[in-house]
């Protein structure tokens, strides 16, 4: 009871608030900062579009925009019910990365509604992360603002979520003595999270990995109503496995969560292979207690704070934007989220890894900086770059 007191308390009013960079105490101050001179300013981003990353706060900051249909776990609980987690993003944006960032929470669960608003709204910003958005609607939604928008658009729940099960799932195997070339990998939860995971792991040699969803084992031979599954059934459950979770992670060596609480039995834990490794990623309540799985597998991570190996998409969004911003880029590609991956995991020394520490703590410094470096690479390797963050120049 103390404790959600005190959680209650820290939320009263808000979690963030506007300060100044330069203080307004006389009338001299506000002839500059305001009319007549910010004329001036306005004027010269008229004649240079480009002007306004230097003359603005577009340099420097993303809005975190949601429509409050998939907040968490916790499912469609509504944009004002949203606001906590996204002032809570844009707190570890400042945190972690000195990346401003706002809160946007939209009435709205149209998918050309929720487009046409983020356009309208991106001139003002540097980027773009889509939080919180259910699947299949938050594909299109990206896809189109990354097609439509100039400045990169990026939904942490599907790509920032793969890199850092990407990085962590490379360490624990490591761990574990394993390959993923060679392991079975089950996935719980067939959303905009799984999907990108399941995506990632494939490319990066994952070959017998099976999604699991309500229905069951997602298979070829099935009809799906969502195409999304219809599609990821094309790319993955290569021998065909068909039942429910506790059917298909029989022998698994790996289990994915990230769908809903409790949903994995310590009877599914003890069918699985030898050395397992579960991520329980539901947020706040894990597919299965860790207090329950961790004294029969041999990494355990879950989605949060208060336990050992996090693995939460906190450790990337706030790199991948300050690396994304840093090098003006249009877009945050495969390259630049691959480039991430390899940077968390790369924080690591081999020598340090074991089974509570396959991933960093979120708050190692070496974390975003790392990512900013190899994301700021990427992105002028691939070309997404309009300044070169190496020398300075375009
Ligand atoms: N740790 C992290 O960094 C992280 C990141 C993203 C998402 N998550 C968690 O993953 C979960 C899903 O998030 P999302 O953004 O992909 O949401 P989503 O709504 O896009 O997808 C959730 C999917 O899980 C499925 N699902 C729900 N209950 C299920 C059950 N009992 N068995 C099997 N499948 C079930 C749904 O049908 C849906 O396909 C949430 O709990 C979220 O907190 C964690
Ligand atoms: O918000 C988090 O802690 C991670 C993730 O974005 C989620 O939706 O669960
Ligand atoms: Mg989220």
Redesign the pocket.
């Known amino acids: 009871m103390e404790l959600l007191e005190e959680i209650m308390l820290l939320h009263q009013g808000g979690k963030l608030e506007t300060t100044l960079k330069h203080p307004i105490l006389c009338k001299e101050d506000l002839s500059k900062v305001y009319t007549p001179g910010v004329a001036k300013v306005c004027q010269a981003i008229a004649q240079d579009q480009s002007q306004a990353y230097e003359l603005t706060t577009k340099k420097n900051t993303v809005a975190v925009v949601s429509d409050g249909t998939?907040?968490?776990?916790l499912g469609d609980i509504g944009p004002k019910a949203a606001m906590p987690?996204m002032e809570?993003?844009a707190a570890l944006f400042k945190q972690f990365a000195d990346v401003d960032a706002v809160p946007i929470c939209l009435d709205t669960k149209d998918t050309e509604e929720i487009i046409a608003i983020v356009k309208a709204l991106a001139p003002t910003f540097g980027g773009i992360n889509l939080?919180?958005i259910s699947s299949p609607r938050c594909f299109e939604i990206e896809a189109r603002l990354r097609a439509e928008l100039d400045i990169p658009v990026f939904h942490?729940?599907q790509h920032?979520?793969a890199i850092v099960v990407t990085a962590g799932l490379l360490n624990a195997l490591k761990v574990c003595g394993k390959d993923i070339k060679d392991v079975k990998i089950v996935v719980n939860g067939i959303g905009a999270?799984g999907i990108s995971v399941s995506k990632m792991l494939l490319h990066a040699g994952a070959v017998n990995l099976i999604g699991v969803d309500r229905e069951g084992a997602i298979n070829r031979l099935a009809d799906y109503e969502r195409s999304h599954w219809s599609d990821y059934a094309q790319i993955t459950n290569p021998y065909l496995e068909i039942g429910s979770l506790s059917d298909v992670i029989k022998g698994a060596d790996v289990f994915i969560g990230v769908s809903a609480p409790d949903v994995l039995k310590l009877e599914d834990v003890l069918n699985m292979a030898a050395d397992p490794i579960v991520f329980a990623?539901?947020?706040?309540m894990p597919e299965i207690d860790p207090a329950i799985a961790a004294p029969h597998v041999r990494v355990m991570a879950t989605?949060?704070s208060d336990y050992p190996n996090q693995i939460?998409?906190?450790l990337c969004f706030p790199g991948i934007f300050r690396g994304a911003l840093d090098c003006e880029a249009t877009d945050i590609n495969d390259d630049m989220k691959l480039a991430a991956a390899e940077a968390i995991s790369s924080v690591i020394d081999p020598s340090e890894l074991h089974e509570n520490y396959i991933i960093p703590d979120a708050f190692d410094p070496r974390v975003v900086e790392r990512i900013r470096m190899a994301v700021a690479q990427a992105a002028s390797k691939s070309g997404v770059a309009r300044k070169n963050l190496l020398v300075g120049v375009n």
């Open positions: 998939a907040v968490l776990g987690v809570g993003k939080e919180d942490d729940d920032g979520t999270a990623m539901a947020n706040p989605g949060r939460n998409n906190v």
